[in-house]
């Protein structure tokens, strides 16, 4: 833990974002076999998906479940957008171009020093990958 005021070089996940799917089960397949995302936890009530956990190799994770209209705060299925952090940007692009994933944003360099591309999985959600770790924390 960082105790002084200043920058820290990796950051935990602190922030999860969550989503939820009409086929959950299909959507974590998606994420886990096709983008690479590492299946840490899934508790099913019912057949359906209560909670998952998929963490990414290269830190920070996401939750979701199986879309529940009636639930308090549930975002709609396809309407989450994420950005993953990620040093393989060019070899990720490169499989899930193979794959067939659709591609909502070519790959690129940024002006900003970032190079990334967006995809959008069978959802509808649109995840963009890329190099951008974010700035430093101020003093």
């Not at 963490?55 to 299925?77: F, R």
């Not at 989450?80 to 952090?85: D, L």
């Not at 940007?89 to 900003?112: C, H, K, N, S, T």
Request: glycine content about 12%; aromatic content about 10%.
């Amino acid at each position: 833990m960082n105790t002084q005021n200043t920058p820290t070089t990796t950051r935990t996940p602190d922030v999860w974002p969550t989503l939820q799917a009409h086929d959950a089960p299909a959507l974590i397949d998606f994420l886990v076999g096709t983008v690479g995302f590492l299946r840490t936890a899934v508790y099913e009530d019912g057949g359906r998906v209560a909670h998952a956990q998929l963490d990414w190799p290269e830190g920070g994770a996401v939750m979701l479940g199986s879309y529940d209209p009636a639930g308090d705060g549930c975002l709609k299925p396809g309407s989450f957008g994420a950005y993953v952090v990620t040093d393989h940007v060019d070899e990720l692009y490169a499989r899930l171009a193979r794959a067939g994933v659709q591609v909502v944003r070519e790959i690129e360099d940024q002006p900003y020093g970032s190079r990334e591309f967006a995809i959008t999985d069978p959802e509808g959600n649109k995840w963009s990958f890329g190099t951008y770790r974010g700035e430093p924390r101020p003093n």
